[in-house]
C-alpha cells in the first residue's frame, strides 16, 4: 500500500467520489456519486504508462471479448445512470458498459476488457453526456448540421416540412454522410390513409400536425388514430387562429392519447393565449423551445420578427403584424421556466430555422437549470406546490445540483428519446445503447464540447491546424473527425424509421449505408413514462393575459438580462 | 500567394486577434477566444519579426494581463497551443496558464474541482507486499513503471527474482521508480491483482 495526497490524486486520475464539479461558468455543481475505476490499476496509456502488453491490457482478450474502444476515467453525466467516475467500454459501435476497464489477470472486478485490438483514448479530467437529442427540427437548410454537431447534438427528429416522400429521398441522402442520426417526421396534411402510408414507406418515424398545415380536430383524431395503429409519433403544433378548435376542443379531439406537444408555451405557435393549458394533461408530453428558453429581456421584442418571417406574413399587411404580437405574451413565456422547473415540461429542443437554434439546445437547457436555480431561492417561487427537490437549498455550505442538473439534461436526452420510441438506442449511456458520446472540459460544459464519438468513433470536434506536429493546436474549429468523415459517417449514424415500413425495400431505393432502425413503445405513454420530468400541473390561465398560476400562487420568472455560457466563450 | 492551409489559418488567427484588439482598445474586457487569439498573435509577430523561441515564448506570455480579460476566462484558459515560424523553421510552443502570472486560480471559478474527501488516498490496499533490496548494475538510468511484471524487468537489476515473480510496484498507476548506475534501492511491491494473481495464491 502506499499513498498519495487527495491532489495528487485527482491530478492523476481525476475526480472520485464526492467531488464537485462546476459547469462552465453557470451556478451549477455536480457531485460524483460513484466511482467505478480500479483503485491502483486505472488504465493509462503514455510513456511510462500502463496501457500496454502484461499490464492493464490482457493479451489473451484478442476478438469477441474485448473491447473495441475504451474512454478511460471520465465522468459520465447521464440522466439515467448519474454521476459516475467510470471507463466507458465500446463495442460495436453501442455502449458495452460504464464500468471498470483493465485486464482481469492483473485486477479485480473488471468487467471492461482491453485488449491488443482496443482504442484507448483518455478521458481523465474529461465529462462525458450523451449526445443530445434535438426533437424538433425544421431541415430548413443543411447549414444547421455542423452547429448541431459542434453544439453535442447527435441525433434530429425533424418537425415537419421534410415531406413529400421524393423531397424526404433527398434530405436523408444529403445527410448520409454526416454523423448524426435522423428520424423525419413527416406533415400530416391530408386525411387519407394512403398518404400517411407513403410516408412511412419513404421512412418517415411520425407526424407533424401544424396549423400552418392544418391542425383541425378531425385531422388530429385521424393522425392519432393511424399512429396507434402503425407504432408512429404525433407532433402537434395547434390552432393559434382558433379558425377550427381551441384549448378544450383540442384536448377532446387528442382524446387521452399520447402526442408531443411542441413549444407549450405558445409563443412558438398554438392555442393563444392558453395553450399551456396542455400541461394539466398526462397523455400530452410537452416540449418548449430554444428561443422563449431562458425567458430573457430581448425575447418578446426579437419574437416579432421571427414569427414574421418564419410564417410567411408580411410587415406591409397590418393584420399580420397585429396576429404576431397577440401571440407573443410575456405571461406565458415568463410561466415556462417555471413549467419546466416542474418537470411539467418535459423535453427542450430546438425548433431548428423555424425559429430555433441548432446548436444552443443543449446550452439553453443549462442556461435555463442556472436560472430556475436562482428563481427557487427568489421569493417568486414561494408557495409553490410540486416543485423537485433541491439540494442546493437543503444545504447551502455543501451546495450541489446534481439532481437539477440530471433532471435539465434529460430534457434534450432520455425524455425527447422516450417520447420518439428511440430510448432503447440513444438518450442516455446505459449498455446497449448507441456510443454517441460528448466530451467536455468541465470549464466548458453546455457550450463547447472537446469531442464528439458518433457509433463508438471520434465523428466531430475542435480539431486543430493539419500540419501541426500535435493535435489541437490552435486555431482549434469544430470538424468532422475520421468518424464524421464521407462513407465513414454512415458507419455510426441511424435513420429511425418505422416498424410499418419495409426496411431493405427502402434502404434499396435510398442507397443508404445506414442502418435502418425502428421506433417502439411510444404509443400510450404518459407523463409518468418520462424519465425524470413527470409532473402534470393543474394551471390556472387568465384567458386574457395568458398569465399562468398554480396552487393559487402567479407562475412567473422575471426575464434575465444576463446568462452564462454566453459571453466568456464566443468571440462575439 | 499559393497559401497553404498553414497560412490560411493564421489568417483566421489574425482576424480573431485584430477584433480583440478593437474590443481591448474600446475598454471591454476579453473573453476566451479574444484573449486566446491575441496571445498566439503576439507569439506569431514576434516570430515573424525574428525573435527567438524563448522570446516568442515571453511575447506570448507578455501579451494578456490577467486584468483585461472577463473574470473566470484565466481558469478557462490553460493552455495554449500553437506552430510558429522561428529562424529555423515551425516550432511548437505550448504557454501552460498563461494568465496565471503564478497565482493561484479561482477555487470556485468556472468547471473548479472542489475535493470532497482531502485525506490521503491509499492505493493498493489490501494487497500481499514485499520488500526487495534491488541493485542496479547498469552504467544507464533504469526506470521501472507501475505494472511492469517486476521479476521481468532490466536483467542489470539485481534482485531475489523468484521472490518477485507475480508482482509489481508499489506505486500509482502511471507512476514509476528509478536507480541510477549502482545504485540500490529497498522498493516494496505488490501481487497483482486478477486471475494471476489468485492463481498464485
Known sequence: MTRISAQEYRERYGATTGDRIRLGDTNLWVRVQEDRSAPGDEPIWGYAKNLRMRMTQDDSAAGPSELDVLIAGVVVIDPVLGVIKADIGIKDGRIAGIGRAGSPLISDGIDLVVGPHTKPYMGYGLIATPGAVDSHVHTITPELLAPALSGGVTTIITAGFEEPPFAMERVLAGVEDWPLNIGLQAG?????????????????????????????????????????????????????????????????????????????????????????????????????????????????????????????????????????????????????????????????????????????????????????????????????????????????????????????????????????????????????????????????????????????????????????????????????????????????????????????????????????????????????SLALNQATAPVDIDIRTGAVALGGRPLAVAPVSEVPLSRRYLLR | MHLIPWEEERIQLFAAAELARRHRAAGLLLNHPEAVALICDAMLEAARAGASYEAVEAAGLAEVEPSEVIPGVRELLTEVRLEVLVGDGARLIVLLDPLGRGELPDRFGPGALVLGDLEDREVNAGREAIDLAVTSQSRRRIRVSSHYPFHRTNQRLEFDRAAADGFRLDVPSGAYIGWEPGETKIVRLVRVAGSSGKAAR
Open chain 1, 188 to 528: 400530416a396534411r391530408a386525411l387519407d390513409e394512403e398518404h400517411m402510408d407513403a410516408l412511412l414507406a419513404a421512412g418517415a418515424v411520425g407526424f407533424k400536425i401544424h396549423e400552418d398545415n392544418g391542425a383541425y380536430p378531425d385531422l388530429i383524431d385521424h393522425v392519432l388514430r393511424y399512429a396507434d395503429a402503425h407504432e408512429c409519433s404525433v407532433s402537434l403544433h395547434t390552432d393559434g387562429l382558433h379558425e377550427s378548435a381551441e384549448l378544450e376542443d383540442t384536448v377532446a379531439a387528442i382524446g387521452s392519447r399520447t402526442v408531443h406537444a411542441y413549444h407549450v408555451e405558445g409563443v412558438g405557435g398554438g392555442h393563444v393565449p392558453d395553450l399551456l393549458g396542455l400541461v394539466r394533461e398526462p397523455s400530452v408530453l410537452c416540449s418548449s423551445t430554444t428561443p422563449t428558453l431562458p425567458f430573457g429581456v430581448s425575447t418578446a421584442v426579437e419574437h416579432v420578427p421571427m414569427i414574421m418571417l418564419n410564417h410567411g406574413l408580411s410587415y406591409a399587411v397590418p393584420d399580420d403584424v397585429a396576429l404576431v404580437h397577440e401571440r407573443v405574451l410575456p405571461a406565458r413565456m415568463a410561466a415556462e421556466g417555471p413549467l419546466h422547473e416542474l418537470g411539467a415540461i418535459g423535453i427542450i429542443n430546438s425548433d431548428s430555422q423555424g425559429m430555433g437554434r441548432i446548436g444552443e439546445t443543449t446550452r439553453r437547457a443549462m442556461q435555463l437549470a442556472h436560472v430556475m436555480k436562482a428563481w427557487r431561492r427568489s421569493s417568486a417561487s414561494e408557495g409553490i406546490p410540486g416543485l423537485p427537490l433541491d439540494e442546493g437549498l437543503a444545504d447551502p455550505d455543501d451546495r450541489d445540483d446534481t439532481s437539477r442538473v440530471l433532471r435539465y439534461l434529460a430534457k434534450v436526452t432520455i425524455e425527447p428519446s422516450i417520447t420518439h420510441g428511440i430510448a432503447d438506442h440513444v438518450g442516455s449511456l446505459q449498455v446497449g445503447r448507441l456510443a454517441d458520446i460528448v466530451l467536455w472540459r468541465p470549464g466548458f460544459f453546455g457550450v463547447k464540447p472537446e469531442w464528439i464519438f458518433k457509433g463508438g468513433f471520434p465523428a466531430w470536434g475542435a480539431l486543430g491546424e493539419g500540419n501541426a506536429s500535435l493535435e489541437r493546436s490552435e486555431p482549434t474549429r469544430y470538424r468532422a473527425d475520421w468518424g464524421g468523415r464521407p462513407e465513414a459517417a454512415p458507419k455510426g449514424a441511424v435513420n429511425f424509421v418505422t416498424g410499418a415500413a419495409d426496411r431493405s425495400a427502402l434502404a434499396r431505393r435510398l442507397g443508404t449505408r445506414r442502418a435502418l432502425v425502428p421506433v417502439r413503445g411510444l404509443r400510450g405513454l404518459t407523463r409518468s
